[in-house]
């Protein structure tokens, strides 16, 4: 029972992703955002130009295994860094 519990216990986290390609990988990015939209709280989205790459932010609050697997399924897209900290 206590696993269950845990499982149903959500987390807020902020996640940073770095996009170097944004052509290439924007579409895939998306996608799998748009699939994990139920956890986002919050969205930010700003190309540095300067640097060719694009910036996402991200707020969501969900349980550590679904934020697990948003985190991993953007950072196996390559050419896509993601870090994340779960806060609360």
Known sequence: ??????RLETRLAVIGIIVKNREQDSQ???????????LVVGRMGIPYKDKGISVISLIVD?????IGALTGK???????????????
């Open 74 to 88: 953007l950072g196996n897209i390559k050419g896509v860094r993601v870090k994340s900290v779960v806060t609360y």
């Open 1 to 6: 029972m206590e696993n269950d519990e845990k």
């Open 62 to 66: 969900g349980n550590t295994d679904d």
């Open 28 to 38: 895939k990015v998306n996608d799998i955002l748009s699939h994990y939209g139920h």
